[in-house]
């Protein structure tokens, strides 16, 4: 119970230092309110998170499918759902969700269980968590207009549902497959093959791709920031990224094909991806140069952009 206590009251501690840190680094949100992170256990980061994700969704869904499939698919829109909130808002760890009220979440038996599997002080990763999440917190507090855009881009993808997905169940153990395939073959083409993918139209392939630029940017770039503050903040901070990357890795047989059929693969390559482009911009840019990325819905890298930063500076920078 005492180690409980010092937890919830150093994570609840951390998250306004943190923020501190973030803002001086990024150069965003100056002045902006500082309210307090919420620690809470596995059954409130549940309930919170289900809030969130009925409050993104709320009237985006498509009518109710029919037929001998209608049970398996009603469903399927609040997998996709989950699956679009889970590229930027769900963590294991920890979550920011903008579309709840703000709320900046630590769960704390989480943390306490990661930290004592990688083996790493406690206080240091206490702040790397809080690092990264209000590293999200403060791109949506700093970035206006970019709440609403998140929900209208995942409301236009949901809205495009429609019956031809239920076609999509017949390629379903070629699926199983492909990803048992891909979970065997690190060398295995890049694109994940996962079910929200499997159900999609052609129509909203060009909105995915929209979501999968915007929550690969924003997952790169607190990834980026959590370690570019550096081992004054944090002192460990080398030895964390490390051991926590190879833990993104880990995962026996079935667990492997789950996490490509879920993508949560295609999740954890988004973080270098993201991190990657952050890193290459801001080195050849600067901070300033960077933010500049966060002007307006244009400014945002596009997918292939993510891959290919000098593309996005010609075009941001000419």
């Known amino acids: 119970m005492a180690e409980a206590e010092v937890t919830v009251r150093e994570l609840r501690d951390a998250t306004d230092v943190a923020e501190g840190h973030v803002r001086e680094l990024t150069g ?4 902006l309110p500082l309210p307090p992170g919420e620690v809470v256990d596995r059954p409130g980061w549940i309930r919170a998170a ?31 759902a989950g699956m679009v909130l889970a590229f930027l808002g769900a963590r294991v760890l920890g979550q920011y969700d903008p579309f709840n009220d703000g709320r900046l979440l ?10 004592r599997a990688l083996d790493v002080p406690a206080g240091d990763f206490r702040m790397w968590v809080c690092l990264h999440e209000c590293t999200h917190r403060l791109q949506f507090t700093a970035v206006p207009w970019l709440k609403d855009y998140f929900s209208g881009q995942v409301r236009k993808f949901l809205s495009g549902m429609d019956d031809s997905a239920a076609s999509a169940l017949n390629r379903f153990p070629d699926v199983i497959k492909e990803a048992r395939r891909r979970s065997l073959d690190p060398d295995a083409s890049s694109g994940p093959v996962t079910l929200m993918e ?8 060009e909105v995915f791709d929209r979501l999968i630029a915007l929550s690969t940017l924003l997952e790169g770039h607190a990834d980026f920031v959590m370690d570019a503050v550096g081992p004054s903040v944090v002192p460990t901070v080398e030895v964390i990224r490390s051991r926590f ?11 492997r094909v789950l ?37 307006s819905a244009e400014t945002l890298p596009l997918r292939s952009e993510i891959t290919d930063p000098d593309a996005w500076l010609r075009r941001v920078r000419p």
């Open 106 to 115: 630590l769960v704390a038996p989480n943390i306490i269980g990661a930290q």
């Open 50 to 80: 289900a809030e969130g994700l009925e409050v993104l969704t709320e009237g985006a869904l498509p009518r109710a499918y029919s037929g001998p499939v209608g049970a398996v698919m009603s469903g399927s829109a609040g997998v996709q």
């Open 198 to 205: 499997l159900l999609q139209s052609s129509e909203q392939r």
């Open 245 to 255: 990357t190879e833990r993104r890795r880990g995962g026996g047989l079935l667990d």
């Open 259 to 295: 996490r490509t059929l879920l993508g949560v693969d295609a999740k954890v390559k988004q973080y270098a991806a993201g991190a990657k482009f952050t890193k290459h911009v801001v080195d050849q840019a600067g901070m300033a140069g960077f933010n500049a990325v966060w002007t």
């Open 28 to 31: 965003l949100g100056h002045g």
